[in-house]
């Protein structure tokens, strides 16, 4: 699947300080309520909301602010360091862009599988082929049943 320039080479982005390296030389500015947010995204890896790590920063530094979380975050997808992803009809998710994924969801249970680039190559392909139009994978999940709610 191609990249998008919606979606930059983060593929060397593993650990804090390859974040950070990425964050300076993309002339993003390295912060304090930056580097936790970086760390809460780094220690679990799984989707959360701004307001679940903007919880997890705020316990370690209170005086963060919210907006100071999402501004954050805004920064931090801007330069190809983070994603979000709007899985199903709760507020956005986020993750780290190196490891973007595609997302089902159950529309019954709210189980939710990642799914691997690969399964939206041909969805990808005939998007550009008939509409010339080139989708995001990561940034929507597909709606289903799950197999246990089929």
Known sequence: MTRSSAQPDTAGVDSIEGALALLRERGGRVTSSRVLLLRALFDSRRHRTAEELGAEVQAKTPEV???TIYRNLDD???LGIVV???LGHGPATYHLAAGAHGHFVCEECGAMIEAPDEIFEGLSRSARSR?????NPH???VLGRCRGCQ
């Not at 509409?131 to 989708?135: A, G, R, S």
Request: charged share 25%; proline share 0%.
């Open 84 to 86: 979000h992803a709007h």
């Open 131 to 135: 509409f010339d139009f080139d989708i």
């Open 76 to 78: 931090l997808e801007r």
């Open 65 to 67: 602010h919210i907006s």
């Open 139 to 141: 940034h929507f999940a």
